[in-house]
């Protein structure tokens, strides 16, 4: 079993929240569509998509760009000295 620092297991629960509003989201678009009735929900489930996706997309860039700002700067700029 895995075991991590809590300050790692708080800072994953938002990327595991993400990745469930993405997964269910589908989910309920493809129960709605496959219902072919006026079920409702269509609104919410495309909401908890595009939300998580969105999210998904802000933590991507945010991973492109750390180690250009701040503290990692300075250690990017070191690193390329070393080549």
Known sequence: MLHLPVGAAAGLAPIVGLLIAVVLGHRALRRIRSAGTDMGGIIWAT??????????????????????????HNLVDQLRMLR
Do not use: R
Not at 47 to 72: D, E, K, N
């Open 47 to 72: 909401a908890a998509t595009v939300t998580g996706w969105v999210g998904i997309g802000q933590l991507l860039v945010g991973l492109v760009l750390i180690p250009f700002s701040g503290p990692f």
